[in-house]
Structures are given as C-alpha cells and as structure tokens.
C-alpha cells in the first residue's frame, strides 16, 4: 500500500493505494464512531458492498447500505431526497459516517448527502473506477446536477480518508477504464509535459490493466491534484486549470441530456476542443493540438463533440462555474503542461471549433 | 448605528445595528462584485424590496429579485430548486452575491442556497424580524427542513455582514413580534441571568417597540451569540446550549405539520418544557422554572405545548440533530443564565413532562 497526503492543516487527509484495500478493517477504524451509511450503486453492490459492510463492522460501525441506480442521472435532488430518507430512518445522527462506494457519481452525490445532512457528516472516500480514483474522489468537490447544468449545486467537503483499492478496476468495463483515461490524460496536458511521455509510452499497459501501471497512475495524478488541492482548496485560482477540456465538456453532456456521454467521453473530447482553440488563437503550436488528439485517440476516446446548435453551446457554456462578471473563462493552454485560464476569447474563435464538431 | 463583530479568523464579519440601515449602499457596497440576488418573501418584498434593490445598485450591482411564498412550508426542496432556477436563469455566476432579506425562514431559505449554489456564493443577511434579528441571521446556520424532521439538511455558511435595520419592526406583526421574544428569552435563560432580570423590568418596552429597548435587546443578544459562534462555529460544544428549547420544540413543529405553531412559539412553549424537566430532575429549583414561565406567558407567548401522542414526542425528539450514539440529548438547565447539554435522561421524567402538555 501507498499512502500519500492532501495538506490542508486540520484536515489533512490520506489517499491510500493498492490492492484489496477497500476490505481492510483498520482503514476504516480511525474514522467511525458507531454508525455508517455506505452510498453505492446497484452495479458495484453486488460486487463489493458486502466487503466493505464487513470491513466497516470489523471496525466497530453499525452499518446502514443505502443503493441508488447507476448513471449520471442519478445524480439529482430526488435521489438525494431519498437518501436523506434512508439516513433519517436509520436514525444516523451528526456522529455518523458516509462511506461513498463507487465512481464519481457516487463520490459526488453521497459527498454531497455527507456535506448537508445534518450540516454535515464525516465521509470517506471508496472510489471503485479509474476517473474517480485518479481525480473525482481527492479534493472535496461534490455536487449534484441541475437541469440547466452540470454540478451546479453542490459544496466543497473533504473527506477524511480516500480508500483506492485498483482490485476494484478489475470489473471495470472497457468504455469505463477509457473514460477515466480521459481525467488521466487530462492531468498531463493540464500541469505535466514528462507525465504525457509517459502515457505516451505506456498507454496499452494502463489499458490491459497492468496493476503496476495502474497503480503508478493513480499515484501519479492524486500526487498532481493533491498538490493543486493543497494549494488551491476553493479554486480561485490554479485549481481551476484541472477543468481542462469541461467548459465543452459539461455543454456536450447538458446538451445530449447527461447520459449518452459517460463524464470522461465528454471531457475527452472538450480537452480537444480545448487545445484546437488554443490553437487557433495562435496560442499553442498546432502540432502539440495534434499530439492531444493522437493520445486521446490511442485511448479510445472520442476527439470530436456532438453536432449541437451554436447557440445550444453558448447558452450551456454561458453557465459554466468558472465564468466571471457574466464571460465565458475558458482553460486554454500554452503548452502540453502549461494551461491558463482565459475570459475575452473572440467568440469567432469558439465558433470555428463548434462548427467542426459532429458528424 | 452600532456595529459589533463576530470573530471567526478570516472569515470574521460585522453586524450592523440601527435604523434605517437597509437602504444604505455604503453598507451593501464592500460586499457585491457585479450581480445580487435579493431572495425575499411575498409579505416583505411590498415593504422592503425597493429600498433594498435601489441601495444595491447605488452599491453597483445588477440585481435580480426572487421572491418566495411567506411560512415554514416554503422552507423545502421544491422552493430552493426554484431559486436555483432564478439564480441561473439570470447567470448569476460564483462572483454573485446572495442578499437573505427577510426572518428567520428567508435566512435559513436564502442561506442554503448561497452554501450551495456552485458550491457556495456571498451572503448578507438582513433580517427583517425580531426573531432574525436577535438570532438567526448571525452565525451561519442555515437549513431546509425535511419531511422527517426540521432543519434536517443545511450548512454552516457564514454571511459577509449582517444589517439589522429595527426600523422593519415596526411593521412587524404583534404575533411575529412575541416570537421573536422567546428567543430573546431563551439567550438570557441559557447564558446570562442578568439579561433575564434587564427583561423582566422591559418587557413591556419591548413590546410597545420602544425603539431604545429594541437596539439595546438586539445588540444584547448578538453579543452573546458572537461570543458562542467564535468559541464553537461548528456547534461542537457550548454553542448547542443556544438550542435551549429547540428539541421540543422542533418535535412541536414537525407534529403539528409546520405552520400552526411559528417557530418561536413552539421555542417558548420547549424552553418551559426543558425548565420543567430540569426542575423534575432537581437540576433546577422549582421557582426558577416558574419565574421562567412568568416571563415567557408576559411575553404573550404559550407556556404549554400541544397535544400528542407520547410515542410521536419520542420519535419526533429521537431524529434532533444534537443527538449522539442513537440518545437523545436535552439542553437542561442549572440554574437560570447556566444551561447544560444532558444525555440519558430517564425517560419517565420526559414523560411526566410531555403528559402535561396539551389543553
């Protein structure tokens, strides 16, 4: 096991990687006090709620499981009412702990439950894919989505712990282990030149599953966020520039109705976007725009968005969260390695990428 | 005007007492950077809303009023995704400032949704009636009820500033007035009997609206919240004494369906309740609990609370927030000015107590 920090004083966290570790009792001890909820899914249920149940047990918690349907349309204010239900009737008071057991939807939602119920819970962190353990789960962001757009409510609540365990990956399925690729990927192209050599490098490995390579991924990236997290826990400043490719990104899957396209899909093909405007406005060299897209492409992930109407793009990016003084910002980059974030961007510009999506 | 501080490190912020104080952007100004929303209700925004919009705009913000039916029953999920929709229909982004204009509803109302909204935005809280005044605009408590218990889902979102503007109680109601009185009551019976003695010689002041008696009555009382809140933000210890009252009297609200009983009364008829226990448990001489009545029935206020059945008292108490390891915790008292935080209490005594309710 890998154990590194997320420094932020009192609440300073551990994110633990390796195999098996989502069933080990003495992870979960320190950070339970009597009662526990494990949020899941009813697709990771069967594979790994009862391990955990039993590991949370083992640990001295009376344990509640409370299971939701998978799928980003989960992800609202009625599957968390009826979370709130489950927490209620189970009579878990302000002492209680939230387990979130699952991607990042599950991560997202049950941190959400975990920052308002009762004011707030404590949370731990069981991410079960590949996106929510290189990215979702360190850092406090949880939310849910509303109709007009992604993530638009929410809070900032770390957890107390972030359990990894890649075992868990084993029952991924391919279009899934892709889609967290994509926030793999991301990292690189955001924040470490050297860290896209190594993708470039070892991309089949991460895709067969090798555990080395996984584990070296997974380490790699909470090391990158973890620092931005660190430095940045509200993001007012470089955090923001881990949004890469999700001003397109959250439009396409706003735009086709959050499901179609799994998060990563949709961030796959906005970091794209992303790096073909920086080219176009001169500020990124068009062969590393391409080198983007070749990667992006080795990973099974689509380099292209949906055919929306122009104005459908600029009304779902008009509500992006990191728009200020009511403009568009978006994450551009200067080089592979080196974003910044960018309001005023000639809206001609933003056309000519929309208008070469689709098709 | 008057103005005290409640000391939380960075996030520190004043509170502003006096009259007159809700059209003056010179107070609005260091606090909005561009759009506000002004969150309001339908018996307030006829009195109140102009005055406010056009200080606000004097201060340079565009602004966007939402307005939302009066009453507890508005305090639930389908109100705030309402103020949601209004929030992003106008764009307002994470720049955007919240103003809570109104009681304690409105607050709790409009300050969960600033918590929340893209993971959290400004708030000033300018309350509107005495209630909010003396208690619930300060400290950061904000909430929605659920279905199976009040204020069941919420934040600790501190505002910027809170403006107290005792001008608007004058068109307060009578009945809304005395509510607002028993959390005067309650802040002088859980911390400082002195104040207790001050009110016995001025309720009647208070209740003509003598203006005096009404800023010398909400700086009282602010001060000795701003002390609780800096000592415990997060209501790990001394700040639940401030729920004096509050576990029956939530029980009183969700029993009787929010609405009949307006939340102060039903902390009236609970802090009687809790001084009965007390007394019950000879925790408290028997005279106090009675001079604790005195005052609470020449406030105009109930000294008794409805009746239900026992098992619903208990079902209702078992869910309070203040609980820890499944047992209900009670805010009892010492003696009057010196109230403590009390599991295990023998149930026959809350029975004794709960059976000589109703009538």
């Given at each position: 096991?890998e154990s590194l920090s997320v420094a932020l004083g009192s609440r300073s966290y551990p994110i633990h990687i390796g ?341």
């Amino acid at each position: 096991m890998e154990s590194l920090s997320v420094a932020l004083g009192s609440r300073s966290y551990p994110i633990h990687i390796g195999t098996g570790l989502a069933e080990r009792a003495e992870l979960y001890a320190p950070h339970v006090r009597g009662a526990a909820a494990v949020i899941t899914n009813d697709v990771v249920a069967p594979l790994y709620l009862e391990r955990v149940r039993h590991a949370l047990e083992s640990a001295g918690a009376r344990v509640t499981p409370l299971v939701v349907q998978d799928g980003e349309r989960a992800k609202n204010w009625q599957t968390l009412d009826r979370l709130f239900e489950g927490l209620l009737g189970a009579r878990l008071g302000r002492d209680a702990t939230i387990v979130a057991l699952g991607g990042g939807v599950i991560g997202d939602l049950a941190g959400f439950a975990a920052a308002v119920y009762q004011r707030g819970v404590a949370l731990i962190q069981v991410p079960t894919t590949l996106l929510a353990q290189v990215d979702s789960s360190v850092g406090g962001k949880t939310a849910i989505n509303h109709a007009r757009g992604k993530n638009m409510i929410g809070a900032f609540h770390q957890p107390l712990a972030v359990i990894s365990d890649v075992a868990t990956l084993d029952t991924l399925s391919d279009r899934e282990l892709r889609a967290g690729l994509a926030e793999v990927i991301k990292h690189g192209v955001a924040l470490d030149e050297r860290f896209v050599g190594w993708l470039e490098q070892n991309i089949e490995r991460v895709l067969a599953r090798d555990r080395e390579a996984l584990i070296y991924t997974v380490r790699h990236c909470c090391e990158l966020k973890a620092r931005v997290v660190a430095d940045d826990e509200r993001e007012s400043g470089v955090r923001a520039l881990l949004n890469l490719g999700h001003t397109f990104g959250h439009a396409i899957e706003a735009g086709t109705g959050f499901g179609p396209w799994l998060h990563g899909e949709a961030v796959a093909a906005g970091m794209v976007m992303a790096a073909q405007l920086s080219a176009r406005l001169g500020l990124l060299p068009a062969p590393d725009a391409q080198r983007i897209g070749a990667l992006v492409e080795r990973a099974g992930l689509p380099t292209h968005g949906p055919q929306l109407a122009r104005e459908q793009w600029h009304e779902l990016m008009a509500i992006d969260k990191k728009n200020a003084g009511g403009r568009v910002r978006f994450v551009l980059l200067e080089a592979i390695g080196r974003a910044k974030l960018q309001a005023g961007v000639d809206e001609r510009f933003v056309d000519e990428v929309i208008a070469a999506q689709g098709g």
